[in-house]
Antibody, heavy 122, light 111 residues
Framework: QLQLQESGPGLVKPSQSLTLTCSVS??????????WTWIRQPRGKGLEWIGY???????FYNPSLKSRVSMSVDGSKNQFSLEMTSVTDADTAVYYC??????????????WGQGLMVTVSS | QSVLTQPPSVSGAPGQRVTISCTGS?????????VHWYQQLPGAAPKLLIY???NRPSGVPDRFSGSKSGTSASLAITGLQAEDEADYYC???????????FGGGTKLTVL
């Protein structure tokens, strides 16, 4: 049974960079055609897609965040990561890592991690 | 403001049927992209409820069903139960934005 677990700092200062890691267990991050996603949710608000990355490193980002975001995959550790630069309080949210399912050009989120609360504050 | 539009809230009594609408546009549903639905129980991560317009993952009761027509989609829940009280989100892909999009979410209250 595939499981995902987010890790990283719970508190980040404004203008600093945020790096989150998602550890995958119960399966290989390099198997099949899976892609790996980050999504966030400000408290009391809706879901926002940040981006997703394939095992080979090809990544697709939300255009509104593209200039500040990068993702990477580490097959040796069975992990994938999110880096977000120049954070502001608008980046305060619960961050979810997840795995996608793909059929043709359709993408949906098959399995979610439990989420990690990240607060941006001085 | 979300690209997919959902009503902020719906409600129904136990045993009743409720529907949640999700309105898109020609760059997502109208372009042929499917709708997918997620259920988020209070304090929990979202969970896949419906994929590919009307398919249920293993373990999802058949009380939940989905449909899509043109630029609109809907989620129907029959035989409403107290445990169905949650937030529901629709999701698709958008050509103009070149990415995954979500609806703003609908809070279902079981009266």
């Amino acid at each position: 049974q595939l499981q995902l677990q987010e890790s990283g700092p719970g508190l980040v200062k404004p203008s600093q960079s945020l790096t989150l890691t998602c550890s995958v267990s119960g399966g290989s991050i390099s198997s099949g055609g899976k892609s790996w996603t980050w999504i966030r949710q400000p408290r009391g608000k809706g879901l926002e897609w940040i981006g997703y990355i394939y095992k080979g490193g090809r990544a697709f980002y939300n255009p509104s965040l593209k200039s500040r975001v990068s993702m990477s995959v580490d097959g040796s550790k069975n992990q994938f990561s999110l880096e977000m630069t120049s954070v502001t309080d608008a980046d305060t949210a619960v961050y979810y890592c997840a795995t996608n399912a793909v059929s043709g050009t359709d993408v949906w989120i098959a399995l979610w991690g439990q989420g990690l609360m990240v607060t941006v504050s001085s | 403001q979300s690209v997919l539009t959902q009503p902020p809230s719906v409600s129904g009594a136990p045993g009743q049927r409720v529907t949640i609408s999700c309105t898109g546009s020609t760059s997502n549903f109208g372009a042929g992209f499917d709708v997918h639905w997620y259920q988020q129980l209070p304090g929990a991560a979202p969970k896949l409820l419906i994929y590919g317009n009307n398919n249920r993952p293993s373990g999802v009761p058949d009380r939940f069903s989905g449909s899509k027509s043109g630029t609109s989609a809907s989620l129907a829940i029959t035989g409403l139960q107290a445990e169905d009280e949650a937030d529901y989100y629709c999701q698709s892909y958008d050509n103009d934005l070149s990415g995954v999009i979500f609806g703003g979410g609908t809070k279902l209250t079981v009266l």
